[in-house]
């Protein structure tokens, strides 16, 4: 069957069965393969995307619940947030880097609804997503000079 989507702002059709989930859709239909498959069980947010704005794992949704929906990937993070993909790199933060694609899309969700973010802010926002490397000081450091950055500072 058929299904269109919108992803990082175009109209794009795949064929899927309802219940198969986005990430696949997005991986192997689209050829998004940006976003990772982690633990398949939503636990890991390798696999993290935004959807309608928020960050959603989409290893668990099925992509007939999101056919309505805004959807955005990392391909598309460029455009929405060229800070954040500065100082990630500026930070240094990818170590191994599977999980970097999730953690962005987490952190730019977070600069989206926290222009000054906190650290229990950034902790909150984080804490869903997994990095085996333990990067984690360097991802706080770099969603705080992001955010410097987008307002100016």
Excluded: F
């Excluded at 899309?105 to 804490?127: H, Q, V, Y």
Aim: aromatic fraction near 4%; charged fraction near 20%.
């Amino acid at each position: 069957m058929a299904i269109k989507l919108n992803v990082n702002g175009k109209q794009v059709a795949a064929e899927a069965a309802p219940d198969t989930p986005l990430l696949w859709v997005l991986r192997d239909r689209l050829a998004l393969t940006g976003t990772k498959y982690g633990c398949g069980g939503g636990y890991c947010g390798a696999c993290t995307v935004h959807v309608d704005g928020a960050p959603a794992r989409s290893c668990q949704l099925p992509v007939s619940a999101v056919a309505a929906s805004p959807i955005a990937t990392i391909e598309g993070l460029e455009e929405r947030h060229p800070e954040l993909l500065k100082v990630w790199v500026e930070k240094n933060v990818a170590q191994c880097g599977y999980c970097q694609s999730g953690q962005l899309m987490s952190a730019a969700a977070l600069l989206d609804a926290k222009p000054e973010p906190t650290d229990a802010d950034i902790d909150a926002a984080m804490a869903g997503n997994i990095c085996r490397c333990g990067t984690y000081v360097r991802i706080r450091a770099a969603i705080h000079q992001a955010a410097a950055q987008r307002n100016g500072e």
